[in-house]
T-cell receptor
Framework: ETGVTQTPRHLVMGMTNKKSLKCEQH?????MYWYKQSAKKPLELMFV???????ENNSVPSRFSPECPNSSHLFLHLHTLQPEDSALYLC?????????????FGQGTRLTVV | GESVGLHLPTLSVQEGDNSIINCAYS??????FIWYKQESGKGPQFIID?????DKRQGQRVTVLLNKTVKHLSLQIAATQPGDSAVYFC?????????????FGSGTRLQVQP
């Protein structure tokens, strides 16, 4: 149990579908992140939320839309995705303002776009 | 841009041997470094961290070495076990840049032969 839970674990969607990925952290952290992990690529930071406010958006296409309703929950809404968006999407949380900023990760959602 | 990179994609060792995984980083302003382990089907898990005011830190069976002169980080695993087989990532953070999230290297796959 990592303290960060992601659902679903696996998702297959068509290019015209709309779906959402969910992340919940039980660690009392104040920052949450979405990362994308593709084969043979480093983890790519997508979005950062600090105290429920989006503070970083790394040039992610608008077909990915994050939402952070409270400090424990983070969503990634998906719409009109492309096959190249197939990847493992990882959610993480950390405690800003602490000496160390290690991130705790969820298990990820394996997304396949067909 | 700044980057943290792993140059050896796969390391194969015999069970019981020591493993050394290397990482080079390019940003001399980085002051906090973490090693993560990612097993198949799971999210990255924290192993050990080190701040830039240290050059060595030990954990249980793991040691991280930091050489700021050449901007090099290594992870040493003593008496490698089959359960150590995974992909290992180094990650860095920079203090006082306003950036909150970690930057990850591309990863090294460790294969432990029984």
């Amino acid at each position: 149990e990592t303290g960060v839970t992601q659902t679903p674990r696996h998702l297959v969607m068509g290019m015209t579908n709309k779906k959402s990925l969910k992340c919940e952290q039980h660690l009392g952290h104040n920052a949450m992140y979405w990362y994308k992990q593709s084969a043979k690529k480093p983890l790519e930071l997508m979005f950062v939320y600090s105290l429920e406010e989006r503070v970083e958006n790394n040039s992610v296409p608008s077909r990915f839309s994050p939402e952070c309703p409270n400090s424990s929950h983070l969503f990634l809404h998906l719409h009109t995705l492309q096959p190249e968006d197939s990847a493992l999407y990882l959610c993480a949380s950390s405690q800003e303002g602490s000496q160390n900023t290690e991130a705790f990760f969820g298990q990820g959602t394996r997304l396949t776009v067909v | 841009g700044e980057s943290v990179g792993l140059h050896l994609p796969t390391l194969s060792v015999q069970e019981g041997d020591n493993s050394i995984i290397n990482c080079a980083y390019s940003n001399s302003a980085s002051d906090y470094f973490i090693w993560y382990k990612q097993e198949s089907g799971k999210g990255p898990q924290f192993i050990i961290d080190i701040r830039s005011n240290m050059d060595k830190r030990q954990g249980q069976r793991v040691t991280v070495l930091l050489n700021k002169t050449v901007k090099h980080l290594s992870l040493q695993i003593a008496a490698t076990q089959p359960g150590d087989s995974a992909v290992y990532f180094c990650a860095e953070n920079m203090k006082d840049t306003g950036r909150r999230a970690l930057t990850f290297g591309s990863g090294t796959r460790l294969q432990v032969q029984p």
